[in-house]
Protein backbone atom coordinates (compact mmCIF):
# COMPACT_ATOMS: atom_id res chain seq x y z
CA UNK A 1 0.00 0.00 0.00
CA UNK A 2 1.15 3.81 -0.73
CA UNK A 3 1.74 5.01 2.99
CA UNK A 4 0.00 8.72 3.12
CA UNK A 5 1.75 11.49 5.57
CA UNK A 6 0.18 11.62 8.98
CA UNK A 7 -2.64 14.39 9.29
CA UNK A 8 -2.17 14.65 13.10
CA UNK A 9 0.10 14.45 16.11
CA UNK A 10 -0.94 13.96 19.73
CA UNK A 11 1.72 15.25 21.72
CA UNK A 12 1.63 14.01 25.42
CA UNK A 13 3.56 16.33 26.73
CA UNK A 14 3.50 14.89 30.21
CA UNK A 15 2.22 12.63 32.47
CA UNK A 16 1.57 13.92 35.25
CA UNK A 17 -1.34 15.20 35.86
CA UNK A 18 -3.66 16.56 39.43
CA UNK A 19 -6.26 14.27 38.59
CA UNK A 20 -6.57 10.72 39.27
CA UNK A 21 -9.47 9.38 36.71
CA UNK A 22 -10.21 5.69 37.07
CA UNK A 23 -10.83 5.65 33.53
CA UNK A 24 -7.38 7.15 32.19
CA UNK A 25 -6.21 5.24 29.42
CA UNK A 26 -2.14 6.00 29.76
CA UNK A 27 0.02 3.07 30.31
CA UNK A 28 0.51 1.99 33.90
CA UNK A 29 3.98 2.64 33.92
CA UNK A 30 3.64 6.62 33.22
CA UNK A 31 7.04 8.50 32.01
CA UNK A 32 8.72 10.26 34.95
CA UNK A 33 9.17 14.21 34.86
CA UNK A 34 13.08 13.79 34.38
CA UNK A 35 12.21 11.69 31.14
CA UNK A 36 10.09 14.23 29.61
CA UNK A 37 11.46 15.88 26.31
CA UNK A 38 12.60 19.38 26.58
CA UNK A 39 11.31 23.14 25.29
CA UNK A 40 13.50 22.71 22.36
CA UNK A 41 13.27 18.97 21.75
CA UNK A 42 9.63 19.27 21.37
CA UNK A 43 10.32 22.63 19.19
CA UNK A 44 12.19 20.53 16.63
CA UNK A 45 9.63 17.52 17.09
CA UNK A 46 7.25 20.23 15.75
CA UNK A 47 8.97 21.56 13.20
CA UNK A 48 8.99 17.64 12.00
CA UNK A 49 5.76 17.78 11.89
CA UNK A 50 4.93 20.57 9.95
CA UNK A 51 7.21 19.08 7.26
CA UNK A 52 6.18 15.33 7.46
CA UNK A 53 2.90 17.18 6.55
CA UNK A 54 0.78 17.09 9.92
CA UNK A 55 -1.70 19.49 10.40
CA UNK A 56 -3.16 19.07 13.53
CA UNK A 57 -1.41 18.98 16.48
CA UNK A 58 -3.26 17.81 19.76
CA UNK A 59 -1.60 19.07 22.98
CA UNK A 60 -2.13 16.36 25.42
CA UNK A 61 -0.88 14.65 28.72
CA UNK A 62 -1.43 13.97 31.25
CA UNK A 63 -2.20 17.54 32.02
CA UNK A 64 -0.71 19.20 29.63
CA UNK A 65 -0.93 22.77 31.96
CA UNK A 66 1.27 21.15 33.95
CA UNK A 67 4.44 22.03 31.53
CA UNK A 68 5.55 24.90 32.92
CA UNK A 69 7.09 25.56 29.13
CA UNK A 70 3.26 25.24 27.79
CA UNK A 71 3.59 28.62 26.16
CA UNK A 72 6.37 28.55 23.89
CA UNK A 73 5.09 25.05 23.30
CA UNK A 74 2.18 26.38 21.57
CA UNK A 75 4.00 29.31 19.75
CA UNK A 76 6.66 26.75 18.73
CA UNK A 77 3.68 24.84 17.44
CA UNK A 78 2.34 27.52 15.86
CA UNK A 79 5.26 28.42 14.27
CA UNK A 80 5.90 25.12 12.52
CA UNK A 81 2.51 25.81 10.90
CA UNK A 82 0.55 23.31 12.76
CA UNK A 83 -3.52 24.30 14.26
CA UNK A 84 -3.18 23.60 17.72
CA UNK A 85 -5.94 21.85 19.86
CA UNK A 86 -5.20 21.91 23.78
CA UNK A 87 -7.22 19.17 25.44
CA UNK A 88 -7.20 19.85 29.02
CA UNK A 89 -8.32 19.21 32.60
CA UNK A 90 -8.35 23.25 33.03
CA UNK A 91 -6.62 22.44 36.51
CA UNK A 92 -3.67 24.54 35.98
CA UNK A 93 -5.10 27.10 33.72
CA UNK A 94 -5.94 31.00 34.49
CA UNK A 95 -7.57 33.92 32.96
CA UNK A 96 -3.89 35.14 32.34
CA UNK A 97 -2.57 31.96 31.14
CA UNK A 98 -5.22 31.61 28.15
CA UNK A 99 -4.92 35.00 27.47
CA UNK A 100 -1.50 34.25 26.62
CA UNK A 101 -2.24 31.25 24.86
CA UNK A 102 -4.32 33.39 22.81
CA UNK A 103 -2.05 35.45 21.54
CA UNK A 104 0.42 32.61 20.83
CA UNK A 105 -1.98 31.32 18.15
CA UNK A 106 -3.87 28.37 20.30
CA UNK A 107 -6.51 27.91 18.02
CA UNK A 108 -8.85 25.05 20.06
CA UNK A 109 -9.59 23.65 23.49
CA UNK A 110 -11.04 20.68 24.39
CA UNK A 111 -11.91 20.49 28.25
CA UNK A 112 -12.72 16.98 29.62
CA UNK A 113 -16.04 16.72 31.56
CA UNK A 114 -15.52 13.96 34.95
CA UNK A 115 -19.35 14.75 35.73
CA UNK A 116 -21.82 17.35 35.17
CA UNK A 117 -21.76 18.43 39.12
CA UNK A 118 -19.19 19.10 41.27
CA UNK A 119 -20.20 15.87 43.49
CA UNK A 120 -19.70 13.81 40.49
CA UNK A 121 -17.26 14.98 38.73
CA UNK A 122 -14.79 15.42 41.94
CA UNK A 123 -15.63 12.03 42.58
CA UNK A 124 -14.48 10.78 39.40
CA UNK A 125 -11.24 13.23 38.85
CA UNK A 126 -10.33 12.35 42.48
CA UNK A 127 -9.90 16.03 42.91
CA UNK A 128 -11.78 18.28 45.24
CA UNK A 129 -12.59 21.27 43.90
CA UNK A 130 -11.82 20.28 40.64
CA UNK A 131 -15.27 20.85 39.10
CA UNK A 132 -15.51 24.62 40.60
CA UNK A 133 -11.97 25.34 38.92
CA UNK A 134 -13.21 23.77 35.33
CA UNK A 135 -16.28 25.81 35.37
CA UNK A 136 -14.50 29.18 35.72
CA UNK A 137 -11.88 28.29 32.90
CA UNK A 138 -14.78 27.66 30.73
CA UNK A 139 -15.75 30.41 31.39
CA UNK A 140 -12.55 32.16 30.83
CA UNK A 141 -12.80 30.05 27.46
CA UNK A 142 -15.99 31.73 26.59
CA UNK A 143 -15.15 35.00 27.23
CA UNK A 144 -11.87 34.73 25.20
CA UNK A 145 -13.24 32.66 22.47
CA UNK A 146 -11.69 29.83 22.07
CA UNK A 147 -13.41 27.24 19.73
CA UNK A 148 -14.32 24.96 22.39
CA UNK A 149 -15.01 21.04 22.25
CA UNK A 150 -16.65 19.58 25.93
CA UNK A 151 -15.09 15.70 26.22
CA UNK A 152 -17.12 13.98 28.36
CA UNK A 153 -16.23 10.77 29.36
CA UNK A 154 -19.20 8.06 30.35
CA UNK A 155 -19.05 4.66 32.19
CA UNK A 156 -21.88 3.00 34.45
CA UNK A 157 -20.98 5.47 37.30
CA UNK A 158 -21.93 8.90 35.23
CA UNK A 159 -23.78 7.63 32.03
CA UNK A 160 -27.49 9.21 33.43
CA UNK A 161 -25.76 12.27 33.31
CA UNK A 162 -25.78 12.44 29.63
CA UNK A 163 -28.52 14.66 29.29
CA UNK A 164 -27.20 17.33 31.36
CA UNK A 165 -23.69 17.14 29.85
CA UNK A 166 -25.30 18.03 26.28
CA UNK A 167 -27.34 20.78 28.24
CA UNK A 168 -23.86 22.10 29.57
CA UNK A 169 -22.24 21.81 26.10
CA UNK A 170 -24.88 24.49 24.36
CA UNK A 171 -24.76 26.39 27.55
CA UNK A 172 -20.54 26.85 27.47
CA UNK A 173 -20.93 27.66 23.50
CA UNK A 174 -19.46 24.67 22.59
CA UNK A 175 -19.14 24.11 19.14
CA UNK A 176 -18.91 20.17 19.30
CA UNK A 177 -19.20 17.68 22.46
CA UNK A 178 -17.24 14.08 22.16
CA UNK A 179 -18.95 11.59 24.25
CA UNK A 180 -16.77 8.73 24.56
CA UNK A 181 -18.01 5.88 26.36
CA UNK A 182 -15.05 4.54 28.54
CA UNK A 183 -12.36 2.34 26.62
CA UNK A 184 -10.72 -0.10 28.69
CA UNK A 185 -6.84 0.44 28.03
CA UNK A 186 -4.11 1.39 29.98
CA UNK A 187 -4.88 2.07 33.60
CA UNK A 188 -8.50 1.71 32.63
CA UNK A 189 -8.69 -2.08 32.44
CA UNK A 190 -7.97 -2.01 36.29
CA UNK A 191 -11.32 -0.58 36.44
CA UNK A 192 -13.84 -2.37 34.29
CA UNK A 193 -15.43 -4.08 37.01
CA UNK A 194 -16.15 -0.86 38.52
CA UNK A 195 -16.88 1.37 34.89
CA UNK A 196 -18.14 -0.96 32.87
CA UNK A 197 -21.60 0.23 31.75
CA UNK A 198 -24.75 -2.06 31.71
CA UNK A 199 -26.54 -3.09 28.23
CA UNK A 200 -29.23 -1.00 29.20
CA UNK A 201 -27.30 1.81 30.24
CA UNK A 202 -25.06 1.35 26.45
CA UNK A 203 -28.76 1.57 24.83
CA UNK A 204 -30.21 4.30 26.55
CA UNK A 205 -26.87 6.08 25.36
CA UNK A 206 -27.70 5.39 21.87
CA UNK A 207 -30.71 6.64 21.86
CA UNK A 208 -29.82 9.51 23.64
CA UNK A 209 -27.20 10.17 21.21
CA UNK A 210 -29.58 9.40 18.15
CA UNK A 211 -32.17 11.95 19.06
CA UNK A 212 -29.93 14.92 20.21
CA UNK A 213 -28.20 14.44 17.01
CA UNK A 214 -31.45 15.43 15.32
CA UNK A 215 -32.36 17.91 17.90
CA UNK A 216 -29.43 19.72 18.19
CA UNK A 217 -28.42 19.93 14.10
CA UNK A 218 -26.60 23.30 13.49
CA UNK A 219 -25.78 24.25 16.71
CA UNK A 220 -23.48 21.36 18.20
CA UNK A 221 -21.91 18.41 16.60
CA UNK A 222 -21.59 14.97 18.60
CA UNK A 223 -19.08 12.69 17.86
CA UNK A 224 -19.94 9.52 19.88
CA UNK A 225 -18.10 6.57 20.58
CA UNK A 226 -20.16 4.06 21.86
CA UNK A 227 -19.98 0.73 24.60
CA UNK A 228 -17.82 -1.62 21.99
CA UNK A 229 -18.02 -4.18 24.75
CA UNK A 230 -21.72 -4.05 24.16
CA UNK A 231 -21.53 -3.63 20.52
CA UNK A 232 -21.42 -5.90 17.51
CA UNK A 233 -19.26 -4.02 15.19
CA UNK A 234 -15.73 -2.71 15.54
CA UNK A 235 -14.22 0.83 15.36
CA UNK A 236 -11.82 2.09 13.21
CA UNK A 237 -9.16 2.46 15.32
CA UNK A 238 -7.09 5.41 15.23
CA UNK A 239 -8.84 5.61 11.28
CA UNK A 240 -6.64 2.58 10.90
CA UNK A 241 -3.02 1.30 12.06
CA UNK A 242 -0.24 3.46 10.42
CA UNK A 243 -2.89 5.43 8.27
CA UNK A 244 -3.69 9.10 10.10
CA UNK A 245 -1.85 9.77 13.22
CA UNK A 246 1.01 9.02 15.33
CA UNK A 247 1.93 10.20 19.26
CA UNK A 248 4.64 10.93 20.67
CA UNK A 249 5.20 10.11 24.30
CA UNK A 250 6.42 12.66 27.25
CA UNK A 251 9.60 10.71 27.05
CA UNK A 252 10.12 10.71 22.88
CA UNK A 253 8.55 7.29 21.72
CA UNK A 254 6.79 7.58 19.06
CA UNK A 255 3.61 5.00 18.78
CA UNK A 256 0.65 4.18 16.33
CA UNK A 257 -1.65 5.05 19.13
CA UNK A 258 -1.95 5.90 22.93
CA UNK A 259 -1.87 1.69 23.77
CA UNK A 260 0.14 0.90 21.55
CA UNK A 261 2.78 -0.09 24.24
CA UNK A 262 0.45 -2.67 25.69
CA UNK A 263 1.60 -5.07 22.22
CA UNK A 264 4.29 -6.64 23.69
CA UNK A 265 6.38 -7.67 20.84
CA UNK A 266 6.07 -4.40 19.32
CA UNK A 267 9.73 -2.43 18.94
CA UNK A 268 9.26 1.70 18.96
CA UNK A 269 11.19 3.88 17.78
CA UNK A 270 12.18 7.23 19.84
CA UNK A 271 12.80 11.22 18.87
CA UNK A 272 15.97 11.56 20.14
CA UNK A 273 17.40 8.39 18.15
CA UNK A 274 15.42 8.44 14.96
CA UNK A 275 13.57 11.59 12.63
CA UNK A 276 9.46 11.60 12.47
CA UNK A 277 10.02 10.83 9.07
CA UNK A 278 12.13 8.02 9.14
CA UNK A 279 9.71 6.20 12.18
CA UNK A 280 6.52 7.10 10.03
CA UNK A 281 7.59 5.52 7.12
CA UNK A 282 9.79 2.65 8.00
CA UNK A 283 9.61 2.27 11.79
CA UNK A 284 8.89 -1.37 12.73
CA UNK A 285 5.86 -0.65 15.22
CA UNK A 286 3.85 1.75 12.42
CA UNK A 287 4.42 -0.85 9.49
CA UNK A 288 3.10 -3.96 11.22
CA UNK A 289 0.04 -3.52 11.36
CA UNK A 290 -0.73 -1.10 8.16
CA UNK A 291 -2.75 -2.13 5.40
CA UNK A 292 -4.41 -5.61 5.47
CA UNK A 293 -1.34 -8.03 4.71
CA UNK A 294 -1.11 -9.02 8.65
CA UNK A 295 -4.93 -9.52 8.83
CA UNK A 296 -5.82 -13.12 9.88
CA UNK A 297 -9.27 -14.89 9.11
CA UNK A 298 -12.09 -14.40 9.60
CA UNK A 299 -10.87 -9.85 8.70
CA UNK A 300 -8.90 -11.33 5.95
CA UNK A 301 -12.09 -11.94 3.71
CA UNK A 302 -14.18 -10.13 5.65
CA UNK A 303 -16.46 -7.51 3.01
CA UNK A 304 -15.56 -4.53 5.81
CA UNK A 305 -11.81 -5.29 6.28
CA UNK A 306 -11.09 -1.46 4.81
CA UNK A 307 -13.92 -0.04 6.21
CA UNK A 308 -12.83 -0.73 10.08
CA UNK A 309 -9.66 -2.68 9.51
CA UNK A 310 -10.43 -5.47 12.06
CA UNK A 311 -10.87 -3.57 15.08
CA UNK A 312 -8.33 -1.99 18.17
CA UNK A 313 -4.87 -3.68 17.94
CA UNK A 314 -4.39 -3.05 21.40
CA UNK A 315 -8.24 -4.08 22.92
CA UNK A 316 -7.48 -7.67 20.56
CA UNK A 317 -4.14 -7.86 22.54
CA UNK A 318 -6.04 -7.00 25.79
CA UNK A 319 -8.55 -9.38 25.10
CA UNK A 320 -7.71 -12.47 23.42
CA UNK A 321 -3.71 -12.23 23.68
CA UNK A 322 -3.06 -11.75 19.93
CA UNK A 323 -3.17 -8.30 18.28
CA UNK A 324 -3.46 -9.51 14.71
CA UNK A 325 -6.89 -11.16 15.78
CA UNK A 326 -9.77 -9.37 14.92
CA UNK A 327 -11.17 -7.28 17.50
CA UNK A 328 -13.90 -9.74 19.80
CA UNK A 329 -16.10 -6.82 19.83
CA UNK A 330 -16.84 -7.81 15.98
CA UNK A 331 -19.93 -10.70 15.45
CA UNK A 332 -17.26 -12.42 13.60
CA UNK A 333 -14.90 -12.68 16.02
CA UNK A 334 -14.99 -16.62 17.89
CA UNK A 335 -14.53 -14.40 21.23
CA UNK A 336 -17.58 -12.21 20.25
CA UNK A 337 -20.37 -14.18 22.78
CA UNK A 338 -18.06 -14.56 25.70
CA UNK A 339 -17.49 -11.23 25.49
CA UNK A 340 -20.44 -9.90 26.10
CA UNK A 341 -21.15 -12.11 28.49
CA UNK A 342 -17.88 -11.54 30.71
CA UNK A 343 -19.12 -7.49 29.71
CA UNK A 344 -22.56 -7.87 31.34
CA UNK A 345 -20.92 -9.70 34.14
CA UNK A 346 -18.51 -6.72 35.26
CA UNK A 347 -21.05 -4.31 34.54
CA UNK A 348 -22.92 -6.04 37.68
CA UNK A 349 -20.28 -5.92 39.68
CA UNK A 350 -21.97 -3.60 42.44
CA UNK A 351 -19.29 -3.86 45.41
CA UNK A 352 -15.93 -2.83 42.86
CA UNK A 353 -14.38 0.04 44.36
CA UNK A 354 -12.83 2.59 41.83
CA UNK A 355 -9.06 2.40 41.92
CA UNK A 356 -7.40 6.22 41.04
CA UNK A 357 -4.29 6.48 39.54
CA UNK A 358 -0.90 8.02 41.03
CA UNK A 359 1.28 10.75 39.65
CA UNK A 360 4.38 9.21 38.09
CA UNK A 361 6.74 7.40 40.70
CA UNK A 362 3.75 7.40 43.12
CA UNK A 363 1.77 4.55 43.65
CA UNK A 364 -1.82 4.04 43.34
CA UNK A 365 -4.72 5.77 45.72
CA UNK A 366 -8.51 4.67 46.55
CA UNK A 367 -9.46 7.84 47.87
CA UNK A 368 -9.90 11.55 45.89
CA UNK A 369 -6.75 13.86 47.01
CA UNK A 370 -7.10 17.76 48.17
CA UNK A 371 -6.61 20.95 46.30
CA UNK A 372 -3.48 22.30 46.19
FE1 LIG B 1 -4.27 0.87 19.88
FE2 LIG B 1 -6.87 0.83 19.20
S1 LIG B 1 -5.94 1.75 20.97
S2 LIG B 1 -5.16 0.21 18.01
Not at 323 to 332: H, L, R
Request: hydrophobic share 35%; with cysteine.
Amino acid sequence: MTVQPPIAMLAELTHRCPLSCPYCSNPVELALQDRELDTDQWRDIFQQAGRLGVLQLHLSGGEPASRRDLLELVTAAREAGLYTNLITSGIGLTEKRLKALDEAGLDHVQLSLQGTDAMMADQIGGYKGGFDRKMQVARWIGEIGFPLTLNAVLHRRNLHQLPRALEMAVEMGARRIEVATVQFHGWALKNRDALMPTPEQAREADRIVKESRTRLKGTLVIDYVPADYHSDFPKRCMGGWGTTGLNVSPDGQVLPCHAAQTIPHLKFDNVREKSLHEIWYEGEAFNTYRGTDWMQEPCQSCENKLKDFGGCRCQAMALVGDAAATDPVCTKSPHHGALQTRAEEHSHNDTAEMIYRGTPGRSQRTKPKEPV
